[in-house]
C-alpha cells in the first residue's frame, strides 16, 4: 500500500522559513520522480516543483523558484521542501506525490502552511 505522510506544516508569518517533509513507503521511492503540489482556499491544484529519481534535476513553478528548494533522501525514503522569503499568497496545502504530473496517483493527507502576521 502507497502511502505518503507530509509533515512540517504551520503558521509562519511573511518572510519566515518552513521545511516540509513527505515519508514515503509501499513503492521503490528511488526509481520515482517526486512532487510538491499545493491547493489555496477556493483555488485548484498547483504545481510546486519537482525533482528526479535521483536528484539531481529539479524544477520549480516560477511563483516559488529562488524561495523553495525541493530535496530528496532516498535512504531515507523522504521528500523535502524547503521554503524561505514566505508570502500570504504561499498558504495553502502542501500535498507529495510521486511522478511529475499533471495528473497524479497516490497523494498524502496534506500538510497545512498559514504564511499571515
Known amino acids: 500500500e502507497v502511502q505518503l505522510v507530509e509533515s512540517g506544516g504551520g503558521l509562519v508569518q511573511p518572510g519566515g522559513s518552513l521545511r516540509l517533509s513527505c515519508a514515503a513507503s509501499?513503492?521503490?521511492?528511488?526509481?520515482?520522480?517526486m512532487s510538491w503540489v499545493r491547493q489555496a482556499p477556493g483555488k485548484g491544484l498547483e504545481w510546486v516543483s519537482a525533482?528526479?529519481?535521483?536528484?539531481?534535476?529539479?524544477s520549480y513553478a516560477d511563483s516559488v523558484k529562488g524561495r523553495f528548494t525541493i530535496s530528496r533522501d532516498n535512504a531515507k525514503n523522504t521528500l523535502y521542501l524547503q521554503m524561505n522569503s514566505l508570502k500570504p499568497e504561499d498558504t495553502a496545502v502542501y500535498y507529495c506525490?510521486?511522478?511529475?504530473?499533471?495528473?497524479?496517483?497516490?497523494w498524502g493527507q496534506g500538510t497545512q502552511v498559514t504564511v499571515s502576521s
Open positions: 509501499g513503492f521503490t521511492f528511488s526509481s520515482n520522480a
Open positions: 525533482i528526479n529519481s535521483g536528484g539531481g534535476s529539479t
Open positions: 506525490a510521486p511522478g511529475y504530473g499533471p495528473e497524479y496517483e497516490y
